[in-house]
């Protein structure tokens, strides 16, 4: 139990540092902005409470808007993410289901099911990012394109990410 809270608690820090030393540097036209350190939440064991997944991404969000001064923004984008997870993992769950205290990666559940995990929670959490930062559809394909491009460059690094660094 203490490794798992040391484990994951390195985790959250190397992605948050991932994310404000090299990623926020990274934009293309202000059309693409990756975002990591959603990966933390991902990462997550699958039969964690839900209560205890919202509170981890309230306080990932939470972080993340204090580094970056946007008032709420990540924390509610990363609060939503966490809340559709269960039903996201439901949705996409194996026919054998899964075992007690797996944690999702490339490694254990195959490439294309955490492709379509991640891109299913990274686009949600993307969608309502861009959607509550700009708080109108004025701009709406504009908008779009952002999430599109983002949620793309993000999908990549991360599975570049689960590929190099996280291990079985």
């Known amino acids: 139990m203490l490794n798992d809270i040391i484990k994951y608690t390195g985790i959250l820090i190397l992605l948050v540092l991932i994310q404000i030393l090299v990623m926020d540097n990274i934009g293309f036209s202000g059309y693409v ?37 946007s008032p709420g923004l990540h924390t509610s984008a990363t609060v939503l993410a966490g809340f559709v997870r269960p039903y996201i993992l439901r949705i996409i769950a194996p026919h054998e289901g899964y075992e007690q205290g797996d944690i999702p990666g490339i490694a254990r559940n195959g490439f294309r099911w955490f492709l379509l995990y991640v891109a299913l929670v990274v686009s949600i959490h993307h969608f309502a990012l861009f959607y509550i930062e700009v708080f109108r559809f004025a701009h709406f394909f504009q908008t779009f394109a952002r999430v599109v491009l983002s949620s793309l460059f993000s999908i990549l690094f991360i599975v570049i990410i689960q590929t190099l660094f996280i291990r079985r």
């Open 33 to 69: 902005n990756p975002y990591v350190y959603i990966l933390f939440i991902i990462l997550l064991p699958l039969d964690l409470s839900a209560w205890l997944v919202l509170l981890l991404s309230f306080f990932t969000g939470l972080t993340i808007d204090l580094f970056e001064a």
